[in-house]
């Protein structure tokens, strides 16, 4: 699977080349695999970012602003969305990726599947009562 992130490279506004910064440094920092699509200099990658943000998360003028990240085709979001996951520790399902072994996120994933396991076992240890039968 291929991280897509569609960049500006020459923004004017400080705002973008800070948010931009912000998610291609997370992704080194993990060892994320990404690719860089430049919307300033390829028209091609500018029309299809534009077109592959769901209309319900365009801005009220219709055009979305860089970093938008995708993997593959499908879209995992713009850079509030990406925040929000970050400060979660849900990067990794955010992008549609498997957390390596070992991290905060796998980690978060076993103590659920160990909740589920020990609520199926409550349950199971409940008697029967007549009515249930």
Not at 35 to 47: F, G, K, S, V, Y
Request: glycine share 6%; charged share 35%.
């Amino acid at each position: 699977m291929v991280i897509k992130v569609f960049l500006a490279s020459s923004s004017g506004s400080t705002a973008i080349k800070k948010k931009q910064q912000d998610v291609v440094g997370f992704l080194e920092a993990l060892k994320v695999e990404y690719t860089p699509l430049d919307i300033a200099c390829n028209e091609d990658n500018r029309m299809w970012m534009r077109e592959n943000v769901p209309s319900e998360k365009k801005p009220s003028n219709g055009i979305p602003l860089p970093p938008q990240i995708f993997n593959e085709e499908g879209y995992c979001g713009d850079y509030e969305t990406f925040f929000n996951a970050k400060e979660d520790n849900l990067v990794y399902s955010f992008l549609g990726l498997d957390p390596p072994p070992g991290s905060k996120e796998a980690r978060a994933g076993e103590y659920e599947e160990e909740e589920e396991a020990d609520e199926d076992k409550e349950e199971d240890d409940q008697p029967v009562s007549e009515e249930d039968e």
